[in-house]
């Protein structure tokens, strides 16, 4: 039972995709000005992880490792183009915020990194669980981060109250706010995994660590990195 | 032979998945195609009949029409009697895709404008709306670049009055055309 808790719980917290692994990060910038827009890309991109892992842990066997990424992203693509098909059909508010980036889920860092660090190796029921456990721990950081920013930058949460509490401060809701924010999150989250976990080191060097395909790289393995 | 084995197993595997996926695709297609079309209809209706409120119902007019002119729709009231026309444009401005929905009356006259999208820099469409440059463009006919734009939104304001202009030729083109 352990490792199924762990394979759910680890994405959250501890291997959370957006505020640790910093991974997915075009999105969380792009959609994360307004509450209902960082909602709704988690949930959409939380389905696409879940199905995609699902679907290339049952292939994972099948697959030949030659033309495995041609065949994750087939997966991926299809799935994406599922969640735009069926947004665009029932629920077509989410998909007018969303715009560009609903499409490059395809290209989403998160969901090919899984597919090849994790999917491909493990069994259904566990890749499933990672990929329910990172799709939570991207749409929890888009949620905080989309309601920092819009509560500052517009004045408002979840487009309420219409006209804003205080004037808004612009710059949250810009470009460059987004970066402020994203900033101070990883931070915090350093800052509060240093004092509550105690199997926590922090950074004190950049390698290969974070890169999604650590897992599986050869050179890893052996001590190294892409450098050497 | 091994080699050019492996490569047929790995490209029939390929083809496999895709066709699955094209399957898939095609299922939720045939799924969507019906509520996608009604929301795109009902948007579009929306838009013509926020510039054209005693219109019941919208018809599109066929035809080519110069550049820029992006569709144009033939308002009828429950009578099914013509209530002028709905055009819907997509100039420039300081930045490309300024989308406007104009109604012109059957003689060229303008008499509503709604902006349906623009990525201007933030701020300016609402400096061209609060500096009366729509208002300004209701109830004319022709020359529409000879009305005054806003002062310090000049690119925005023009973007807009090309629009306006684009719909007011394309509605004589089509009354003259019967």
């Known amino acids: ?21 910093v991974l997915g990060t075009c999105p969380t910038l792009a959609v994360s000005t307004t509450v209902i827009g960082g909602l709704g890309m988690g949930v959409a991109a939380t389905f696409v992880l879940v199905c995609s892992n699902i679907v290339i842990s049952l292939l994972r066997k099948l697959i030949p490792s030659m033309v495995r990424l041609p065949a994750y992203i087939v997966v991926i693509a299809g799935f994406t183009t599922i969640v735009q098909m069926l947004l665009k059909a029932f629920v077509p508010s989410i998909d007018q915020i969303l715009g560009i980036y609903l499409p490059l889920i395809v290209v989403n860092c998160i969901i090919l990194g899984r597919a090849e660090a994790y999917a491909g190796k493990h069994s259904v029921g566990l890749s499933a669980l990672d990929g329910l456990g990172m799709g939570v721990g991207f749409t929890a950081a888009l949620v905080l981060m989309s309601a920092i920013r819009e509560f500052f930058g517009s004045g408002t949460l979840a487009g309420w109250p219409e006209n804003g509490m205080f004037p808004a401060i612009a710059v949250f809701a810009a470009p460059a706010g987004g970066f402020f924010v994203f900033g101070l999150l990883i931070w915090a989250t350093n800052k509060l995994s240093a004092k509550f976990d105690k ?8 390698d290969c660590s974070a890169c ?6 050869e050179k890893m393995t052996m001590g190294g990195g892409c450098d050497e | 032979m091994r080699n050019v084995k492996s490569i047929a197993v790995a490209a029939l595997t ?8 094209v399957a898939a695709l095609a299922g939720t297609n045939l799924l969507t195609k019906g509520p996608i079309a009604e ?12 510039v054209m409120p005693t219109a019941a ?5 066929d035809g080519t029409f110069a550049d820029g002119v992006v569709a144009v729709y033939e308002g009828k009231d429950a009578d099914g009697a013509s209530t002028g026309y709905v055009v819907k ?8 895709d300024l989308v406007l929905m104009t109604a012109v009356a059957a003689d060229g006259t303008v008499y509503g404008i709604e902006v349906v999208s623009e990525s201007e820099t933030a701020g300016y469409m609402n400096k061209v709306k609060k500096g009366g440059l729509f208002d300004r463009l209701v109830g004319v006919s022709e020359e529409c670049g000879a009305v005054d734009g806003v002062a310090g939104a000049t690119k925005t304001s023009n973007g807009v009055k090309d629009g306006v202009a684009l719909a007011v030729d394309a509605v004589k083109e089509v009354v003259a055309n019967g």
């Open chain 2, 57 to 61: 119902t919208f018809e599109t007019v």
């Open chain 2, 14 to 21: 390929l083809t496999l998945i895709c066709a699955v996926v």
């Open chain 2, 39 to 50: 929301n795109e209809r009902l948007a579009t209706e929306n838009a013509c009949k926020a």
């Open chain 1, 199 to 206: 199997e926590f080191t922090p950074k004190t060097s950049f």
């Open chain 1, 1 to 21: 039972m352990g490792k199924y808790k762990e394979s759910f719980t680890k994405g959250i917290v501890k291997e959370n995709p957006v505020l640790r692994l």
């Open chain 2, 89 to 96: 444009t997509s100039t420039r401005g300081k930045s490309k």
């Open chain 1, 212 to 217: 999604p395909h650590a897992a599986s790289c």
